[in-house]
Structures are given as C-alpha cells and as structure tokens.
C-alpha cells in the first residue's frame, strides 16, 4: 500500500513501525484538529444565537440604573 506525503509516493511495507506511528499520530491529530474547528464554529453559533436572544428579552424591570453622580469620573477611573 502507497501513502503520500508531501506530493510523494511512499511504500508503506517499507517503513519501519516508528514511521508508521508517526503517520498515524499526524492522521490522528489532524482528525481532532477538524473536530475541534467544527466544535468551535458551532459554539459561535450558539454564543451568537443566546446572545442576541438575551438582547431582544432582557426585562427592562431587572435593568439597574446609575446615577450619573454615581459613575465615576474619567480621572478617578484611570487613577484606580
């Protein structure tokens, strides 16, 4: 059996069996890799999708609100 690497041919009932695992271990890796971008892009999803759902359906009732003497001064902040 062939394996390519890198464009070229090489036949596998001449590697010796550290070579085979380190085929094995990039193969493997290269898989979580896919599951891991797949895993990601579907947690954005579901961030993007709460997020702007707790937008549209945050009650106005629980809103704290500040008093503008209240809120620190831009001097006071950067002091801290």
């Known amino acids: 059996m062939a394996i390519t690497i890198d464009g ?3 036949d596998e009932t001449k590697l010796d069996d550290k070579h085979k695992n380190a085929i094995v271990q990039v193969s493997k890796a290269q ?4 599951d891991l971008v797949s895993q990601s892009e579907n947690e ?3 961030i993007k999708h709460h997020s702007e ?3 549209a359906n945050l009650p106005a009732s629980a809103l704290i609100e500040t008093k503008a003497e209240e809120a620190p001064k831009a001097e006071e902040a950067k002091a801290e």
Not at 31 to 34: H, P, Q
Request: hydrophobic share 45%; proline share 0%; charged share 30%.
């Open 31 to 34: 898989a979580r890799l896919r």
């Open 44 to 46: 954005q999803i579901i």
């Open 53 to 55: 759902w707790l937008k």
């Open 8 to 10: 070229k041919q090489y």
